[in-house]
Structure formats: C-alpha cells, structure tokens
C-alpha cells in the first residue's frame, strides 16, 4: 500500500479526483478515510474490477460518497466535473494516450498524478502534448518493484535529455529507494548493451549514453 499512500499524498485538499483504472478502489477509500474534502470518482473500464471495488468500498468506507464508474479514460466525465486526474498501473503509452483523447477534459484539470508500470521517460517527453509540466517526482519500491510517481501542473517546460532520462525533480533529490531505482534502471541498459549484436550500433550507441549518464549521476 506504500504507493497508494504516496499517491494520496500528492492529491490536494479539496480536490475533484478522477481515480482511471481504479482496479479494486484502494485509493478513494484512502482518499476519503483522510477527511480532507476530497470528492472520487473510482472508474474502470472492467465491470469486474468496479465490482470488487464496491464490495472494498461497503465494506472499508460505508459512508463514502465514491462514485463508481464503468468506461474508458476520460470518457466517463463531463469536463468540469474533476480537477485532477489519477492514473495508476497502466502502461505509459496507455496513460499518455488517454490524457491525449481526453485533452478536451483538462480544461478545468489543474492537477495530473501518474504512476507507470514502465516507460516514465516516455511520459516525460510527452507532456507538452497535453500542457502539462512535472511539478513533483517520487519513487516507491513495494514487492520488490519500483513505482515512479509523477505530479503534474498546467504549463509547458523545456527538459534536457538527462532530465527526461532520470526526471527533473527526482534528479535533484536523494534516498536509498531513489538511489537503487536508478541503479536497477542501469543495470537493465547494461544487460541490453551486452546483449545487443554489433549490428545495431547506433541502438547500442544511444544506450551507451544512458549508461555513461546514470554512473555519472550514481
């Protein structure tokens, strides 16, 4: 539950938060159990998962005013009716392409929380197509598996490659659970260095230049 509670963490007070692809509904019960008027809408595009997610929330939260909805991304929401946006355990060209279909809904969105299964560099050098910026960056390690967590702000920022690469708030900060993040990220380039034939030299060229980065900031 470690990144459930990181994720809450990051959701400001009195917030309107659409929780996509919330599985089981672990994080509006958090939400709620918190008391600080905070209003979720719990989605899933499986009406299996919204109804584990009901039976959590009756049982965990009886009086909770969560919504439960069934559907795809945005699609749920009319556009003023949330102003920030969760989306954990999905993939992040999933994530990525529903704030993209749904961009028309983040007009009144003043925050954006993602927590990719993988691919957060992808997400990072994505964000000026729906007018976001990294505000805030975090990792959690549960179950022997590294979560980063992103918080987005409305507005556009220039990042360098390195920033893409390790994240432009995260770089600047340090933990143990930070520091083996990035170390397991290395040691999986390495092992696809190693094991990538000669013929792709300008593959193995470009993961080179990560390794030489992330030991130079390890």
Same mark, same amino acid.
């Given at each position: 539950?470690?990144r459930?509670?990181?994720?809450?963490?990051?959701?400001?007070?009195?917030?309107?938060?659409?929780?996509?692809?919330?599985?089981?509904?672990?994080?509006?019960?958090?939400?709620?159990r918190?008391?600080?008027?905070?209003?979720?809408?719990?989605?899933?595009?499986?009406c299996?998962?919204?109804?584990?997610a009901?039976?959590?929330?009756?049982r965990?939260?009886?009086?909770?005013?969560?919504?439960?909805r069934?559907?795809?991304?945005?699609?749920?929401?009319?556009?003023?009716?949330?102003?920030?946006?969760?989306?954990?355990?999905?993939?992040?060209?999933?994530?990525?392409?529903i704030?993209?279909?749904?961009?028309?809904?983040?007009?009144?969105?003043?925050?954006?929380?993602?927590?990719?299964n993988?691919?957060e560099f992808?997400?990072?050098?994505?964000?000026?197509?729906?007018?976001?910026?990294?505000?805030?960056?975090?990792?959690?390690?549960?179950?022997g598996?590294?979560? #980063? /967590? %992103?918080?987005? &702000?409305?507005?556009i920022k220039? !990042?360098? *490659?390195?920033?893409?690469? @390790?994240? #432009? /708030? %995260?770089?600047? &900060?340090?933990?143990?659970?930070? !520091?083996q *993040?990035?170390k397991n990220? @290395?040691?999986?380039? %390495?092992?696809?260095?190693?094991?990538?034939?000669?013929?792709?030299n300008?593959?193995k060229e470009?993961?080179?230049?990560?390794?030489?980065?992330?030991?130079?900031?390890?």
């Amino acid at each position: 539950m470690e990144r459930i509670k990181k994720i809450s963490s990051l959701v400001d007070d009195n917030s309107k938060v659409i929780d996509i692809g919330c599985d089981h509904g672990y994080l509006g019960i958090e939400l709620i159990r918190q008391n600080r008027n905070i209003s979720v809408i719990s989605s899933d595009i499986s009406c299996n998962a919204l109804s584990f997610a009901r039976k959590n929330i009756n049982r965990e939260v009886p009086e909770a005013k969560i919504c439960l909805r069934v559907g795809n991304g945005l699609d749920v929401i009319d556009k003023n009716e949330i102003n920030t946006i969760v989306i954990a355990g999905l993939g992040a060209h999933t994530q990525i392409e529903i704030l993209i279909n749904g961009k028309e809904k983040l007009e009144y969105v003043d925050s954006i929380i993602l927590s990719p299964n993988s691919s957060e560099f992808y997400i990072r050098s994505n964000l000026e197509k729906i007018g976001f910026y990294i505000y805030d960056e975090d990792v959690v390690l549960e179950n022997g598996k590294f979560y #980063p /967590i %992103l918080k987005l &702000k409305r507005g556009i920022k220039k !990042y360098t *490659y390195q920033e893409l690469l @390790l994240g #432009p /708030i %995260l770089i600047n &900060k340090s933990s143990k659970v930070i !520091y083996q *993040y990035y170390k397991n990220i @290395l040691d999986k380039k %390495l092992r696809i260095y190693d094991n990538l034939p000669d013929i792709y030299n300008d593959k193995k060229e470009s993961i080179l230049s990560d390794i030489n980065i992330l030991k130079k900031h390890l």
